[in-house]
């Protein structure tokens, strides 16, 4: 028989990792909205804060693994215990990718040194960012919910998100080809939208985890994939 103690202690752990899996999540959706909000506003001290702020998520995904490493050696889970230890390792990977992207975007604010695009050549990148900052917050509820219905519906706009991105992309190479002025800002915020992109793969990555959590298996159909190929070239090496 199962000591009721020891259940006790073992969803405590799993409560835990919950608890910062959550935390991480508020994190990196601040640091996202933070990054974008620096571009937009020409804010180079928000900027600042935002590389800054990126070890408070380094330091949270550390605290998961350990903790997740200490349930896994104290309790040796199986089945739908294990998935949810497994789930929350996931997760974290993904937020602190998202957190790392963030930071690349504030970095490229510092950059600029000044020399902000005009108005009108964020909006794509805006536009981008709020849909992707959509997506985080509902995989996340589903993740605290462990709703799978709103995770297959992230998985599922992920297609849209790279149409955007494809949109962007055109636009601002436009910009570049009407007025040469345009190119410095335009290639910062090219890179800006991939990274925001790239926040959608991941988001994306988060809801295949929500599933295999839930379902305990993973997702049987191909990630639907806007066509990016006329674009993938100029940046293969920014991987």
Known sequence: ??????????????QDLERLVAEMGGLAEKQVADSINALAKRDIALAQRVTAADVNIDTLQREI?????????????????????????????????IGDLAKNIAKRVIALNGEFPPVKLIRGVKNMTRMVLEQMKTVLDSYARRDV???????????????????????????MMEDPRNITSCIHLLFCAKNIERMGDHATNIAESVHYVIEGRPIA??????????IAALHAGDR
């Not at 997740?68 to 997760?91: K, S, W």
């Open 1 to 14: 028989m199962t000591d009721p103690h020891t259940t006790k202690a073992f969803d405590s752990d799993l």
């Open 65 to 97: 693994e350990e903790k997740a490493v200490a349930t896994i050696a104290r309790r040796q889970p199986m089945a739908i215990d294990l998935r949810e230890i497994v789930g929350a390792l996931r997760l974290a990977g993904d937020l602190e990718r």
């Open 149 to 175: 219905s709103k995770a297959m519906a992230v998985w599922r706009g992920d297609e849209e998100i790279d149409a955007v991105y494809t949109s962007v992309f055109r636009e601002l190479l436009t910009y």
């Open 221 to 230: 159909d191909l990630r639907p994939k806007g066509d990016t190929t006329t």
